[in-house]
């Protein structure tokens, strides 16, 4: 059966990348999404998630999307979706969905080989779901999703973050350079206004006060996705915030 709200909201993805994408001058967006796993009405025929012609159709659907967020030189970090949780408090373990999202996972990295130049895959399925489904409930202790299998709740987020964090910076190219932004569209107002630090500061033998310059221009980081990507969003930009260096303190003259 068709969403009520599904085609409204096919119809309005185009603007809602651009815009989001623009507004935050994003030069790397994280994409993450379940969405895709869905059957899809699409110019009046039904695309069938799995078959051949639905993997042709949301490969395309892909490369839409693609050629909107990379058209000011942004890079596309995609997410592989981890399986939903074996068990939690409204569901039980379904074989058949995990097989849907090992399925779109693997589609993910055939997108991403085809587009080396501007995509990267970020394997958080590993991260939450380290030996494949089935996924745990508990992992260190804690239940990452405790309600649905499919949502980071509870103490799921901040367990989530930094790892997912240390992905992506490890995904990107300059890795080992300061790091972005991490911004969230539905608003379209960022949702923190960070830069994170990948390295120490440099120790020099005796202390260097450089005059008073403007703070550099970083790239931003923008996340989107759907509503697994909001239950993260907080944790991923606290976690952004925490690890940047303190500023320094401005010195006096007597």
């Not at 409930?137 to 509870?154: N, T």
Request: some cysteine; hydrophobic content about 40%; overall charge negative.
């Amino acid at each position: 059966s068709i969403i009520a709200w599904g085609p409204t909201c096919d119809a309005g993805t185009p603007d809602y990348l651009r815009s989001s994408v623009q507004g935050a001058s994003a030069n790397v967006v994280v994409w993450l999404s379940t969405w895709e796993t869905a059957d899809r009405l699409v110019n009046g025929r039904w695309y069938k998630f799995g078959t051949p012609s639905g993997d042709k159709m949301l490969l395309e659907k892909l490369d839409e999307s693609r050629r909107i967020i990379t058209a000011n030189g942004a890079r596309i970090l995609l997410l592989t979706v981890p399986p939903p949780a074996a068990h939690s408090d409204q569901t039980v373990r379904n074989p058949t969905q995990e097989a849907q999202f090992e399925h779109l996972n693997q589609l993910f990295q055939t997108f991403a080989a085809q587009h080396a130049e501007s995509v990267t895959i970020v394997d958080f399925a590993r991260i939450v779901c380290p030996n494949g489904p089935p996924c745990p409930e508990y992992v260190d202790g804690i239940r990452l999703r405790p309600r649905d299998g499919g949502h980071f709740e509870g103490g799921g987020p901040a367990w989530v973050a930094p790892r997912l964090l240390d992905a992506i910076l490890k995904a990107l190219p300059d890795a080992a350079t300061p790091r972005s932004s991490v911004s969230r569209p539905p608003s379209g107002a960022p949702i923190a206004a960070t830069a994170v630090s990948s390295t120490s500061p440099t120790t020099v033998p005796t202390p260097v006060v450089p005059p008073p310059t403007a703070p550099p221009q970083l790239p931003s980081m923008l996340l989107v996705g759907d509503s697994v990507a909001d239950s993260i969003q907080d944790a991923l930009a606290a976690e952004a915030a925490a690890r940047l260096p303190a500023s320094p303190k401005p010195s006096s003259e007597s």
